[in-house]
């Protein structure tokens, strides 16, 4: 296995001369042709990006998590499509783990080889019109058949459903429990019955498209269940706090490249011949920039230590995710203060804004990780 500072010299050189290519005409246009979008999906694939965390005997890398989320890391320094981003990212650590996790060696040795090379890409269906932030409310069924269970339900809000081929969907195969009778599927979108949205015309991360997905009496397989009947909400937990920690690896290190931009531009923009970096009210706002960014990282590397060693700590999740995304908003607000009128221009300023802006909402809002930490805190939830 090459060493990771070569591997990260590989990502950051794919992230800056491939998966950014024409990234401002690709946000301007949105996500409705995949040939915008699928051949990037591919060659960040043939890089390596979704092989990172799998077992070499599924084809992948076997990283550390650690290894993983430097690697990562540097593919967004040098990435300026932050939707490319969230989309591998997101199959890396809320689909591809749960799989590792959760799966059948059937479904580990039929779905990782496919999502790793990037012939098939997957969705992580969980969100509904009335269960945002509260998972509790999911009312998508799953009805038991001799042969396997029927389907039924709408799942909002997914990212890469319009043009995924699988999706890890939760459902509830046994409604009178609420959120104890949920379950997990590994359902093949090819499937009768299933319809897929047009891409939502979003603020952000327009590159990739985000999309509801429609099951209407969808017969799928015994063999589409992941893990055990019931074990849908435990499923959720874990793979919700693998995104938590580690979806944004790759923004922090855009968080990265916005502030050495903007610490350069702070540094050449004089008009009256001053430097405006010698404003204390600018140097005051790069400092804070620095700090945010310096924790965002080591937040994200302390959850993949922690997973490294062998520890899970319920709160670290909610602690990374709250921090690292209120940061990268923060921060993209204060590059395009920095950047005057420039900044609001259409382009990498205000891109990275409505960007940013997207990551306090996906995976559970800010409030919501609030309330996670105070019930830590309280004890009412076991840390
Ligand atoms: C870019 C993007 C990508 C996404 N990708 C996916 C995906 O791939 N798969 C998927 O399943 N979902 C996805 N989502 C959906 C996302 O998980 C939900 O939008 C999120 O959990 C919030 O749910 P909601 O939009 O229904 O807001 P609501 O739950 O209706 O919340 C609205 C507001 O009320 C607040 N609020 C709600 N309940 C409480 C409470 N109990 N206490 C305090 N405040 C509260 C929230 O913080 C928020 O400010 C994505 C969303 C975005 C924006």
Known sequence: MRPIGEKCETFRSLGKKVLSADVEERDKRGAKDAADWRTLWRAAADAGVLALTVPEQFGGEGRSFLEAVQALHALG???RDNGMLLGLNGQLWAMQ???LEFGSEEQKSTFLPILINGDAICAHAVTETNSGSDVTGIR????KTQNGYVLNGEKIWIGMAPAADVAQVFALTNPDLGAWGMSA????LNLPGISKSAPYEKAGHRTVPTGKLTFENVEIPQTSL?????SGHAIFNLSIAWERSFIFSSHVGAMKRQLDETVLFARDRAPNGRPIINNQTVSNRLADMQVRYEIARLLIENAA???DAGIQNRMTPSVAKLQVAESLLENALDAQRINGASGY???ECERMVRDMAGTITLGGTSDIQRLLIAAYQKGSVKA
């Not at 998508?140 to 009805?143: D, K, L, R, S, W």
């Not at 599927?185 to 093949?188: A, E, G, R, T, W």
Request: net charge negative.
């Open 77 to 79: 320094e040098g990435c």
């Open 226 to 230: 992941l893990g055990s009947e019931g």
């Open 97 to 99: 783990k749960s799989i």
């Open 185 to 188: 599927f590994l359902v093949d």
């Open 140 to 143: 998508a069924t799953a009805q």
């Open 345 to 347: 221009l259409t382009g």
């Open 305 to 307: 230590r922690e997973l």
